[in-house]
């Protein structure tokens, strides 16, 4: 399983265990251990890093969603995380 995160300026690293969190309501809903975390900008997604993740019909789709998403705007310069995780427990 995988996450993206822009603009993350979080020091997440293979092997660190991580919650998830329901933001609107706070409450933990699952564990995580983090497998790989690979730093690149948009614009050098493969094909490979987008498998599992939300799609888009044309990468100008995906900067307009994700500047939307982040009030922010996104190009294909905008770095990325991808984090891949496996699920250790959910709630």
């Known amino acids: 399983m995988a996450t993206w995160r822009l603009w993350d300026d979080k020091n997440l690293q293979a092997n660190d265990i991580i919650d998830f969190i329901n933001k609107e309501t706070m409450a933990h809903f699952a564990t995580a251990k983090i497998t790989q975390v690979i730093k690149k900008s948009l ?3 493969t094909e490979n890093d987008k498998q599992g993740h939300e799609t888009f019909e ?3 789709t995906m900067y307009k969603t994700y500047t939307k998403y982040y009030n922010k705007e996104v190009t294909p310069q905008t770095p990325i995380k991808i984090i891949l995780f496996e699920l250790i427990k959910t709630v």
């Open 43 to 45: 614009g050098q997604l």
């Open 58 to 60: 044309t990468d100008k």
